[in-house]
């Protein structure tokens, strides 16, 4: 156990709807990642928020948006799905602002099935 | 741009035999390396991480891996494999300087023969 926790586990949606994404960090950890594990493209970066800002983006599409709370958990909104959009998303947390020395703890993902 | 190539889709091996995951980088210095193991229906977790020193990194479950400058690798390895390590094995860099976000490979899914 990372101590990343994601929910839902398994959300099942369907074309052209909106869903949200949570992620609560590690304790004491600042940055929040977000990343897609699809078959065809692998594990992507999606995007980097640390202590609420916005701080790296990956190949996040600009249906997709993701914030930052003060208390730092994190959402990922993914709008207007498309089947392509299924997928598994993963969050992951680290102490610090970044860089790549700051080791990623990874949550258990959450499996999107957009039919 | 940098990129991680896992050249091997699937191995499997036997109980008790040798593992080598191979895995290969394309950038212009030494990056962050980086081998993270997934189980079925579980999150990534680290295994091990080479920044810089000793170019022979030892991780956690008996794994190690070495880094070699002069082939752009870092080959994950461990001397007897158990039924448990079955698992999919995923290279990844970080640049360093750079804001944090990992490039993964592919990964290897790995099969434990009995």
């Known amino acids: 156990d990372s101590g990343v926790t994601q929910t839902p586990k398994h959300l099942i949606t369907a074309t052209g709807q909106r869903v949200t994404l949570r992620c609560s960090p590690r304790?004491?950890?600042?940055?929040v990642y977000w990343y897609q594990q699809s078959l065809d493209q692998g594990l992507q970066f999606l995007i980097q928020y640390y202590n609420g800002e916005e701080r790296a983006k990956g190949n996040i599409l600009e249906r997709f948006s993701a914030q930052q709370f003060p208390d730092l958990h994190s959402e990922l909104n993914l709008s207007s799905l498309e089947l392509g959009d299924s997928a598994l998303y993963f969050c992951?947390?680290?102490?610090?602002?970044?860089?790549?020395?700051?080791?990623?703890?990874f949550g258990p993902g959450t499996r999107l099935t957009v039919l | 741009a940098q990129s991680v190539t896992q050249p091997d889709i699937h191995i499997t091996v036997s109980e008790g035999a040798s593992l080598e995951l191979r895995c290969n980088y394309s950038y212009g210095a030494t990056p962050y390396l980086f081998w993270y193991v997934q189980s079925p229906g579980q999150g990534l977790q680290l295994l091990l991480k080479y920044f810089s020193g000793d170019t022979l990194v030892q991780g956690i479950k008996g794994f190690e891996a070495e880094f070699k400058r002069s082939q752009s690798s870092f080959n994950l390895r461990k001397p007897s494999v158990h039924w448990s390590d079955a698992a999919e094995y995923f290279c990844a860099v970080g640049v360093p300087g750079s804001q944090g976000n990992l490039i993964f490979g592919k990964g290897t899914k790995l099969s434990v023969k009995p």
């Open positions: 304790s004491g950890d600042l940055s």
């Open positions: 992951a947390s680290s102490v610090g602002g970044g860089g790549a020395l700051d080791t990623q703890y």
